[in-house]
């Protein structure tokens, strides 16, 4: 599983940054992604990372804002978020893929999430 870490409560406008250790090897091929969740509603895609490349994929909606990346050596992702608004609050997850997608149900190894809440 994927533990995702570094949540809490900030205001709008404040920056965190998520962790995401993932357990066992991450080949080159992997997708990494980051995702979020509000209530009861479907995780909803947030940005993703090709393990090998390093290519970035984002949600419209936090395009400027946040940035995903990986450390390959301590096999660790990142997802630094700035300007954070109300909208942004939810419980955010981190998974894996074999394959670029901004489905839910193309991920695995879903670990528990980390909450951001973020006061306006």
């Known amino acids: 599983q994927l533990q995702a870490s570094g949540g809490g409560l900030v205001q709008a406008g404040d920056s965190l940054r998520l962790s995401c250790a993932p357990s066992g090897r991450t080949f080159s091929s992997h997708i990494m992604g980051w995702f979020r969740q509000v209530g009861g509603k479907e995780r909803d895609f947030v940005a993703a990372i090709r393990w090998g490349t390093g290519r970035t994929y984002y949600k419209d909606s936090v395009k400027g804002r946040f940035t995903i990346s990986r450390d390959s050596a301590k096999n660790t992702m990142y997802l630094q978020m700035n300007s954070l608004s109300p909208d942004d609050t939810a419980v955010y997850y981190c998974?894996?893929?074999?394959?670029?997608?901004?489905?839910?149900?193309?991920?695995?190894?879903w670990g528990r999430g980390t909450l951001v809440t973020v006061s306006s």
């Open positions: 998974a894996r893929a074999n394959g670029y997608s901004t489905s839910s149900r193309d991920y695995y190894n």
